[in-house]
């Protein structure tokens, strides 16, 4: 019984190889540079930066470009800077804001706040910042930047 199947299943399996033979694989030939259907690589789109000295003038973005406005900071203190009022996103989202200590800074040593802004559609926002104390809602700030940012296409 078992040479039976052996003898059925040897001629099955040559004939699948030989089948295979007769359709040979895709070559693939590797190409160099762009395909005509793939087009050129997108040239990324520069951050733009400025630090608080530099928020006199407007800041020009196109749409989809960043901006990290970089401002002096002690959290330490209690202090930390905060929109003083609501953008309009449609325009210009606000994208994130961190803090980075100075290096070698200990205890009760300032820093800095990054804040990402990303132009979104055509138009002008002015942004309004205050450094205040989150906690005592009712105290003048201590510092406040405000800047305009213009997106254009």
């Known amino acids: 019984m078992k040479g039976r199947h052996l ?24 190409t160099i540079g762009p395909t005509p259907t793939q087009g050129p690589t ?16 407007p800041i ?4 989809g470009q960043q901006l990290r406005v970089t401002l002096a900071s002690n959290r330490t203190t209690g202090f930390s800077w905060a929109l003083a009022q609501s953008i309009d996103e449609h325009i210009v989202k606000l994208a994130g804001n961190q803090y980075v200590p100075s290096s070698g800074s200990g205890v009760g040593g300032g820093g800095h706040e990054v804040w990402t802004f990303l132009g979104a559609d055509i138009g002008q926002v002015i942004v309004s910042m205050k450094y205040a ?13 405000s800047f305009t940012i213009v997106v254009r296409e």
């Open 7 to 30: 003898s059925v299943l040897v001629p099955v399996a040559l004939l699948a190889l030989a089948a295979c033979s007769l359709y040979p694989s895709p070559t693939i030939t590797p």
């Open 42 to 57: 997108p040239t990324p789109i520069p951050v733009v930066s400025r630090d608080e000295t530099q928020l006199a003038e």
């Open 60 to 63: 020009a973005l196109i749409i």
């Open 133 to 145: 104390r989150p906690f005592e809602p009712n105290a003048a700030p201590a510092r406040e930047a």
